[in-house]
Nanobody, 126 residues
Framework: QVQLVESGGGLVQAGGSLRLSCAAS????????MGWLRQAPGKEREFVAA????????SYADSVKGRFTISRDNAKNTVYLQMDSLKPEDTAVYYCAAYSSTSRYIVNRPSQYNNWGQGTQVTVSS
């Protein structure tokens, strides 16, 4: 198990940028696939992006490809989500999540993730 704490959310105008960070506890961070998922009001939680255990493989939702970049620093037990060209439809609570895996293959199904942070609000104004 890892404990996850997100930071970096806030209010930004459309076209702007934000960088989310997720700090993980535990000495096994490097054996987890790390992801970002989001949930907008009245909608189901959806996959945004994920990175495998060593950073060698990433996966993105079609809606954020080319705008968002996920990365990780295993020395700092931290995963990042750089969000550029933000749109009002990106408004949501963003969750950092993880599941144990040393595969290069990434599962984007939310039910696969069994470790979750408390979430951070991202609001994009038009």
């Amino acid at each position: 198990q890892v404990q996850l704490v997100e930071s970096g959310g806030g209010l930004v105008q459309a076209g702007g940028s934000l960088r989310l960070s997720c700090a993980a506890s535990g000495r096994t961070f490097s054996s987890y696939t790390m992801g970002w998922l989001r949930q907008a009001p009245g909608k189901e939680r959806e996959f945004v992006a994920a990175v495998n255990w060593n950073g060698g493989s990433t996966s993105y939702a079609d809606s954020v490809k080319g705008r968002f970049t996920i990365s990780r620093d295993n020395a700092k037990n931290t995963v990042y989500l750089q969000m550029d060209s933000l749109k009002p439809e990106d408004t949501a609570v963003y969750y950092c999540a993880a599941y144990s895996s040393t595969s290069r293959y990434i599962v984007n199904r939310p039910s696969q993730y069994n470790n979750w942070g408390q979430g951070t609000q991202v609001t994009v104004s038009s």
